[in-house]
């Protein structure tokens, strides 16, 4: 079988610049680079420990559905690794983040949380208990 490792996620946004700069200052992502893509879009390219995080606005200025943080089905939500939930959540809290699960111990043996990002975005934050 061929080897697969996760390439970038991508994700949509009226303005890309903006949602890139809330990446920036509450998770520290770097700007890794700017585009224009097919059906004129405009792309910001952030980066986070190899992964890329593409954020795109709409093809041909369609009028596109906002997304939910609600249950739904296909991708949910996306999820950072830290070491140090308490202090992240602190910080994040602090500068008017919405949370959406306060930190909370899993059955899976993480300790994890739910914010909200920009553009409905659901962002889980994962902390090992052992």
Excluded: C
């Amino acid at each position: 079988m061929a080897k697969l490792r996760v390439n970038h996620i991508h994700l949509r946004a009226p303005n890309p610049e903006e949602s890139a700069k809330w990446y920036v200052d509450n998770f520290g992502l770097k700007i890794q680079g700017r585009a224009n893509g097919l059906g004129g879009t405009d792309t910001v390219r952030l980066e986070v420990d190899n992964l890329t995080i593409n954020i795109t606005s709409a093809p041909n200025q369609e009028d596109i559905p906002e997304g939910t943080t609600e249950s739904h089905f296909g991708l949910e939500h996306f999820g950072f690794h830290t070491d140090d939930i308490a202090t992240m959540m602190k910080d994040l809290e602090s500068k008017g983040v919405k949370v959406l699960l306060p930190i909370t111990d899993s059955p899976s043996g993480n300790r994890i949380s739910y914010v909200e990002g920009p553009d409905n975005v659901m962002i889980e934050l994962v902390q090992p208990l052992s």
